[in-house]
């Protein structure tokens, strides 16, 4: 019986091992792709600005050089959405950051072609609709690495972090659909949509730089102080193992529900 019960209790440490270790795994590789991912764009960054000298310091400085400079700062500017998107990569709020990365995908590829397919009667209309495709990525990708900054406060517990939260990611997105309405239809020639635009853009604005500072002065509501050793246990370990906090809470639940188990059929 003592050997059958310690089959039993290895067979349940190998199932658990083997439902916890694909969501580290998972976790990890994830950690991996952003760090290269980082590093590859910073590489990117790095050359194209390098080309850019390159090229305002050449002797010619014709439609050519004009297209490879538009480019580079295309791709500098794609490199630096992408690294705001990538910043929430280990976050429960992650999939906006993946939405980020496949809408600044597209801006760069429409941008592109709107930079170097020369212009003729016979492609003058595509043109036109992958240029107003292009402002419609760019400016959703820009609203989405805005947007990707701001939710590296959404962990926190405090009212007014999360209603100041709320109200500057609403302001974010009514300007992006106030600068698309006039990139879709014709430019309003009311005086007041542009000031309704400049009003919820000063928003914007003054949420994005009091966030920060609200975040860093108010601390969380009691009821979670009472919980901070957990919560800087849970800090610790995530620093030192790369795992975001609800990978290290499922581990542990599955950790406790496994010994429950294995506890509730020992005799």
Request: charged fraction near 15%; charge should be neutral.
């Amino acid at each position: 019986m003592p050997d059958s019960e310690a089959a039993t209790h290895q067979d349940d440490a190998g199932t658990h091992q083997t439902d916890v270790t694909p969501r580290t795994a998972g976790a990890t590789r994830l950690r991996g792709i952003r760090r290269g991912a980082v590093i590859a764009l910073v590489a990117s960054l790095a050359i194209t600005a390098l080309i850019g000298i390159l090229v305002l310091l050449g002797s010619d400085f014709g439609d050519a050089q004009m297209r490879v400079l538009l480019t580079t700062l295309l791709v500098a500017g794609f490199s630096g959405v992408v690294l705001c998107h990538l910043a929430i990569a280990a976050r429960a709020v992650r999939v906006v950051g993946f939405v980020g990365l496949v809408v600044s995908a597209i801006a760069l590829v429409l941008g592109v072609v709107t930079i170097w397919l020369p212009w003729s009667p016979e492609v003058g209309g595509f043109l036109d609709v992958v240029s107003r495709g292009f402002l419609i990525a760019g400016v959703g990708a820009v609203s989405l690495a805005h947007a990707n900054l701001l939710l590296l406060l959404a962990g926190r517990r405090h009212p007014a972090v999360r209603v100041a939260l709320g109200i500057t990611l609403a302001a974010v997105a009514a300007v992006a659909v106030l600068i698309l309405v006039p990139v879709l239809t014709e430019w309003p020639s009311n005086l007041d949509y542009w000031r309704v635009l400049g009003i919820v853009a000063i928003i914007d604005a003054l949420g994005t730089i009091v966030l920060p500072v609200i975040g860093a002065l108010l601390r969380d509501r009691p009821e979670a102080v009472v919980q901070s050793e957990l919560e800087r246990r849970i800090a610790g370990l995530s620093t030192a193992t790369g795992l975001d906090r609800d990978t290290l809470l499922a581990a542990a639940l599955d950790a406790f529900e496994a010994a429950q188990a294995s506890g509730s059929r020992t005799p």
